[in-house]
């Protein structure tokens, strides 16, 4: 007889019922909507393979070898100066790299939380930073969302409420899973609220530069003057995913005490990807590099909600966003996307798309789902959701 003698956290980590349903989705003759993949098309795959021989050819011995926790300098100086861009200005003491934003998500929880802490998400918000702070045993306080992103006067009442909040949470742009941007004003007023309520900030922003339409926005962080606001930047969505390379740009104590804890949990990032990153940035330019990825997303995202609006029923809200990859369904009051997927729109249809209760921290909503463009063709973006409509018709 042997017994595992688990601790404590790990009553809140288990695999949902929907992670379960989406393998389902894996099936290749699934047309699957569900993952936040971006097009693998779009990988430069030649002029990565390029960077990689010349790095391991020039500067083999330094790009094997360990370096130091917060990761190559010469990428990290690249970084800063993008940084510029969105309105933040920092040094080499505020921003170092991470193992993609997900490791910030964990990095923070486990730096601010203790058992019980209330943390202050959207509603809905994203399904990562939930599976990456449960382990630390928050509480959430939820604050719900308009077109121009969290409600301001809402959170100031989730503030009162929770005075010692341990931090606010924010997607502010293209948010996983609705596609919203957060407004300049709101932006603003995020910062003021957090200072006067004295609460740490954590703005998650891979998708920012993914932009279709409108006017880019500064990022939270740009209008942080008290070292309260805690960024997370990432190459996933602008490069490749797999390298696993994200940044974190933060006040200097609060930098110093995460890369001892990044430090703890993997030494670094992998030299060999940062560097090959590095030297990808010096040889190309990158710019016009999203310049294409945006183009192409743009297509999708057009083809996907022209093909909602003809396929779906009026009854079916979906937002349309400025960028990012997603698009957030809203189905009529008694529409159950859960059970909708697994009964119907799985077997008969043959599509997958992740049910919008799983988005939900505190109280779960079951009529949504959320829709990914980036990764389908457009061929089977037209034949999925067509698909899907069909059997909406009988529902709504
Ligand atoms: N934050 C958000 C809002 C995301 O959608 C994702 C992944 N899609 C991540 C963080 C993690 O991204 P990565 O670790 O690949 O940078």
Known sequence: MKTYRYAERMSLVKPSAIRELLKLGADPDVI??????????????????????QVIKEQGKSALQYTISEGLSELRLKLIERMKRVGVTCGLENLFLLQGSQQGLDLVAKMFLNKGDIVITENP?????????????PQY??????EEGMDMDKLETVLKANPNAKFIYTVPT???????????????????????YD??????????????????????KSFDTEGRVIHLGSFSKILCPGLRLGWVVAEKELAEKLCLLK????????TLNMYAVNRFMELYDIDEHITHIRKIYK???DLMLETLRVALPQSVKYTNPEGGLFTWLTFPEGVDTTRLMKERVLPEAKVAYVPGSTFFPVKEEVNHCRFNFSYMSKENIVRGVTAFGRILKEYC
């Open 32 to 53: 699957s909507f569900g993952g936040g993949y971006p097009d693998p098309d779009l990988f430069p795959l030649e002029k990565l393979s390029l960077v990689f021989e």
């Open 125 to 137: 918000t994203f399904l990562g930073a939930l599976v990456a702070f449960n382990p630390y045993e």
């Open 141 to 146: 306080a939820t604050v719900s969302m308009d």
């Open 174 to 196: 293209f948010h996983n899973p609705t596609g919203i941007t957060m407004s300049l004003c709101r932006r603003k007023r995020l910062v003021e609220l957090a200072n006067a």
């Open 199 to 220: 609460v740490i900030i954590l703005e998650d922003d891979p998708y920012r530069e993914i932009r279709y339409e409108g006017e880019q926005l500064p990022s939270i």
């Open 263 to 270: 430090m703890a949990a993997d030494t670094q990032n992998s």
């Open 299 to 301: 297509d999708k995202k």
